[in-house]
């Protein structure tokens, strides 16, 4: 099962193991100033969803549309990763807080998320 999904990606365990990759959710700007977010972007076996507008606001339907191509490409990234069978950190409570801010801004990108998370669970 090459999609492990974690309560939270813990840093030790991505230094330890050089064959394990992880997610993590990133603004369009790519200027969160969350500690993690920012140690995330420098490590470079982290791999970003963009499901966020600037900070914390979730993509609306016009933002989605706008950064599709980019979201379309973050996705096959992570699908080509777990096809090698390279093992993949997914963050379950992060997720849980972006599914539930994109239900209300942005219901068609959380469903078309969720298709890939399962997507991923079975390859």
Same mark, same amino acid.
């Given at each position: 099962m090459p999609l492990l999904k974690m309560k939270n990606i813990d840093r030790v365990l991505m230094s330890l193991n050089e064959n394990v990759h992880g997610v993590f959710f990133e603004d369009a700007e790519k *200027? =969160?100033?969350? /500690? $993690? =977010?920012?140690?995330?972007? =420098? $490590?470079?076996?982290? *791999? /970003?969803?963009?499901?966020y507008e600037r900070g914390s606001e979730p993509l609306s339907y016009t933002t989605y549309k706008r950064d599709e191509g980019i979201l379309a490409i973050e996705t096959l990234l992570i699908s080509d990763l777990l096809r090698q069978g390279v093992v993949v950190l997914f963050p379950l409570e992060d997720w849980f807080e972006v599914s539930r801010d994109l239900a209300k801004s942005s219901p068609d990108l959380q469903k078309h998320l969720e298709r890939h998370i399962d997507s991923w669970s079975r390859l």
């Open positions: *200027k =969160s100033s969350h /500690p $993690f =977010s920012r140690w995330a972007r =420098s $490590f470079d076996r982290m *791999k /970003p969803l963009t499901v």
